[in-house]
């Protein structure tokens, strides 16, 4: 495939400098220039893997923290002399090895035959992806997370400082905005992203209080999509040193092997939004009452491979063509190209046996709405549908202790409905209709005993994964999920600026709806549904909840707007960059190109994208 060469706007000071690359060619050291005086630089990993950091995009020299940097000046003769704060490791004429220990700006000053010329140098945290780490960096990093596990929050402070947190302190604080009855204020609307960038950043900065030389590397679940197809589940990522396994062999689908095994599911304070039936901290429809991160590699008994691949490539490809305003990026960001990871990695099961014996007929159906399945369980949820226990004792079977429909309710407001027409009322089926692909006389056949039973799986979950619940920081690789839609936004963001891509970036959401408890007294009585209204922490003058988060940061908490202001692709108030902003080369992507390379690792077919109507 012939990619298309693109050149880029330069950023640099230098009038002479042109950032026009061919994009085959991708140079394994950046450039930056002051007049006809060039300084190269690369590190070990800009060597072994070919590729500059961020593809040589950013203004200036980027340097990788804890990582040694070559510097060398394009000059005949010349003295080069960093600034303070930087160690130097080696000096050799117009070369020098730095090495950087703290987050900041530096220079490089190079006397030459024609005088002194200054170099600017930034120091950043460079967050990769996983597989492309080397040993020593992956051990840190997840090392920094079992501690985080394994330490609570009183002792972790006095070991490491303030910065700390455990797991259970940020879990709860996930599951506290994301599983409230009324409506969820980090998911599903325009505050997503930041929700997310700024909870993944504040625990980067607990990891790095336990260890200075990590951060927050990130999953590219695309490249599972393209090239793991049916068979994703044995990537290195779930083998015992790494994430453990995907697919426990205990009935009970505990992690119980690796690194990561038994860890422990805490007990809450009941009356909390956060907590289930047995008190522990995960969402009220899950009734599992296992005390330790499970998984599983199924989907309600099905293989949950089928839409792996939908969710990769095609789908980031479909947004970057068909969606350029800020509110329907954010809300597919938050969504489809997004909420399948978890499920995928937490699984459901525990399901109604009898009732999924005669489901072999809708098998297709069924294993594209089920990666929904949480999200409309929740939905049930909110809009009173469905009741769950709110005590059982440590010793209640399962079976005797599971979510129903709210037949009062039911009877009263929905009488004779249908399983279709109630899953339409309350809007799970508008969430299906993304996925129905191939199946479109299924869907519309409200009659069809295809809707009893997704019903039925809705109103009774059964177990689901730790990682598809509100409670989803307990497994680690929640950590590294959403490092893919935040570099997804920051690469249409730099497209955008360089003229090579519209996107309106004006605040907008689309979020919703809002119920309103606060006058149900009756059993019978249902919530009042806003469908106008906007949650909570979608707005734009809307506060994120961690003070202190940037460099150079002024006051303490931030509006969305602010922050989001402040963490474009060259943000000077970021600590970290990631590792390639335009090369998502799974998927024939290369500097913003859409074009899908022509090799055995793509899917032999893409879906045509959707044309969807105006929302």
């Known amino acids: 495939l012939a990619m298309t060469a693109v050149a880029f706007r330069s950023r640099t000071p230098a009038a002479t400098q042109q950032m026009a690359r061919d994009t085959s060619e991708e140079s394994a050291s950046q450039t930056y220039c002051e007049g006809e005086v060039c300084v190269v630089a690369s590190n070990r990993y800009e060597r072994e893997l070919g590729r500059a950091i961020a593809n040589g ?111 259970n302190w940020f879990t709860a604080v996930h599951a506290m905005n994301s599983a409230k009855r009324n409506c969820d204020n980090w998911h599903s ?43 994703w589940t044995e990537s290195v990522l779930w083998s015992p040193d790494w994430f453990s396994t995907i697919n426990p062999n205990n009935t009970l689908h505990i992690v119980d092997s690796g690194r990561f095994a038994y860890l422990r599911i805490d007990k809450v304070a009941g009356g909390s939004t956060f907590n289930n039936a047995y008190g522990l901290m995960t969402v009220p429809w899950n009734t599992c009452p296992t005390p330790f991160m499970v998984r599983s590699q199924k989907l309600y008994g099905l293989a949950n491979y089928v839409n792996i691949p939908e969710f990769g490539c095609p789908k980031f490809l ?138 039925a799986q809705l109103i009774n979950t059964g177990h689901i994964g730790t990682t598809d619940t509100d409670a989803s920081p307990m497994d680690p690789v929640f950590w590294t999920i959403h490092g893919v839609q935040e570099r997804y936004v920051q690469m249409i963001r730099y497209l955008n600026e360089t003229g090579q891509y519209a996107f309106d970036q004006s605040w907008k959401t689309i979020t919703g709806p809002v119920f309103d408890w606060s006058n149900v007294t009756e059993i019978d009585d249902l919530p009042v549904v806003d469908h106008d209204s906007v949650c909570t922490g979608h707005h734009a003058d809307d506060l994120i909840l961690f003070p202190y988060l940037l460099d150079g940061q002024d006051q303490a908490v931030l509006t969305n707007v602010e922050y989001y202001n402040m963490t474009g692709p060259f943000s000077k ?41 105006a929302i």
């Open 573 to 613: 108030h970021l600590q970290y960059v990631y590792d390639q902003l335009l090369n998502w080369t799974e998927c024939g992507w290369v500097l913003g190109a859409t074009q899908y390379a022509d090799t055995a690792r793509r899917r032999p077919e893409l879906p045509t994208p959707r044309a969807f109507s």
């Open 318 to 455: 479909e947004t970057f063509e068909l969606y350029s305003n800020f509110a329907l990026v954010m809300l597919e960001v938050s969504t489809d190209m997004h909420s399948p990871a978890h499920g995928m990695v937490g699984g459901y099961w525990n399901y109604d046996a009898e009732l999924y014996a005669a489901q072999d007929a809708y098998n297709a159906f069924l294993i594209n709405v089920s990666s929904a399945s949480n999200a409309n369980s929740k939905r049930l949820w909110r809009n009173g549908i469905m009741e769950c226990p709110t005590y059982c004792a440590d010793d209640t079977p399962p079976t005797d202790c599971m979510c129903g429909l709210a037949v009062p309710r039911v009877e009263k407001h929905y009488p004779n409905y249908t399983s279709w027409q109630l899953l339409n009322a309350t809007g799970c089926l508008d969430q299906f209709s993304s996925m129905a692909e191939g199946s479109y006389d299924m869907y519309y056949d409200e009659n069809s005993t295809i809707w009893d039973i997704i019903l």
């Open 57 to 167: 995009l950013y203004e200036g020299i980027i340097l990788e923290l804890y990582h040694e940097t070559s510097l060398s000046v394009s000059a005949e003769t010349c003295e080069l002399a960093a600034s303070e704060g930087l160690v130097v490791v080696a000096s050799d004429g117009c070369s020098l090895d730095v090495l950087a220990t703290r987050v900041g700006t530096y220079s490089l000053v190079a006397t030459t035959s024609d005088g002194d010329v200054t170099f600017d140098l930034t120091a950043k945290y460079v967050r990769r992806e996983m597989r492309d780490l080397f040993d020593s960096d992956r051990e840190r990093f997840f090392d920094a997370i079992a501690v985080t596990h394994h330490v609570g929050d009183e002792e972790g402070m006095r070991l490491y400082g303030d910065k700390y947190r455990s797991t």
């Open 189 to 231: 609307g325009a505050g997503f992203l930041n929700a997310h960038m700024s909870f993944t950043l504040r625990f980067e900065q607990s990891l790095q209080a336990v260890d200075p030389r990590t951060c927050v590397h990130y999953w590219d679940f695309t490249i599972d999509a393209a090239t793991r197809y049916c068979c």
